[in-house]
């Protein structure tokens, strides 16, 4: 290059520059993972400290309101969209983990990682709020069915559905305007809690409701909060991407697979491009070399 230019090979245990080496031993792929799952945690953490500890003080003091709550629910989870979800996608929610997964926009072998991350985060909110305020079994922050269970599960299915749809709609489908997807998916959450809040405590999630099941040992019809909302989001990501297209001829839809196809094989050549501070240019090799091998020029 113009100015001339240095190349450092960067290994897998390690960044080797003339006489000095960094002790760092580990795979770029594990770290980002890490970071993805450390971001759902912390993300999901939040999303139950304050939705659950918006019902809580509400039963305690009666301070927040049901209205209140609705919102509560509806900003944190706008907030934590977009804190982390240029970094984990922002799932909080193992039904959409698992609905993501089934219609290939999340690769399987992380929704393990995932779910476990978002339980974790959940039961350590619950524990949080435990500690925190006098909470007995008359302010229980949880989901519990009122009435009958059918109908409590027919509403978490509906509300789920609702909830999926439209995160595929801001999320997966590039003509929305992805900017909005915060916006969207919170305003969907309040609305939601307003009609199913008093029957079901509008769930939409099993994480949401196994943590505080487990921290307050409340286990009635926890069941119907684990099947409702994977039941309703796997039916809402089919319902979209039923409808995805629908605006294209048969001919038309083949040959926009056929397009994508070629240009997801095209892009195996060259997996990553990361422009770091100091002028350093990354770029990671991923058919020619081996994965763990990148080289980094450095303009002069």
Not at 198 to 213: L, Y
Not at 224 to 232: A, N, Q
Request: proline share 5%; aromatic share 8%.
């Amino acid at each position: 290059m113009p100015g001339g230019s240095s190349v450092e090979e960067i290994g897998e245990c390690g960044i080797e520059s003339g006489d000095s080496r960094s002790g760092l031993c580990s795979s770029p792929e594990v770290v980002v993972i890490t970071q993805k799952v450390i971001a759902e945690a912390v993300g999901t953490y939040f999303v139950i400290f304050s939705g659950c500890g918006a019902v809580a003080v509400n039963k305690i003091y009666g301070s927040v309101t049901f209205p209140g709550i609705c919102v509560v629910w509806g900003l944190i989870v706008m907030v934590m969209v977009y804190s982390v979800g240029h970094i984990s996608g922002a799932h909080f929610n193992p039904a959409v983990t698992i609905t993501f997964a089934i219609f290939r926009h999340f690769p399987w072998k992380q929704v393990p990682l995932y779910i476990i991350a978002q339980l974790l985060g959940s039961t350590l909110a619950s524990g949080t709020l435990s500690l925190l305020f006098d909470v007995n079994e008359n302010a229980y922050y949880g989901t519990l069915p009122v009435g009958s269970q059918l109908r409590s599960l027919i509403l978490e299915m509906i509300i789920s559905f609702l909830l999926m749809f439209v995160i595929s709609g801001v999320a997966t489908d590039n003509r929305s305007v992805g900017e909005m997807a915060g916006i969207a998916v919170g305003m969907t959450i309040m609305l939601s809690i307003f009609i199913a809040g008093p029957v079901s405590g509008g769930s939409m999630n099993p994480a949401r409701s196994i943590g505080p099941a487990i921290v307050m040992h409340q286990y009635r019809g926890l069941w119907l909060y684990i099947i409702g909302p994977i039941v309703g989001t796997v039916m809402g990501g089919f319902t979209y991407n039923l409808i995805r297209f629908t605006d294209k001829p048969l001919k038309e839809l083949t040959k926009s697979a056929s397009v994508l196809r070629s240009i997801s094989r095209a892009g195996n050549a060259l997996n990553n491009v990361v422009v770091p501070t100091r002028g350093k240019v990354l770029l990671q090799l991923g058919e020619k070399c081996p994965r763990s091998t990148c080289f980094a020029i450095e303009l002069k």
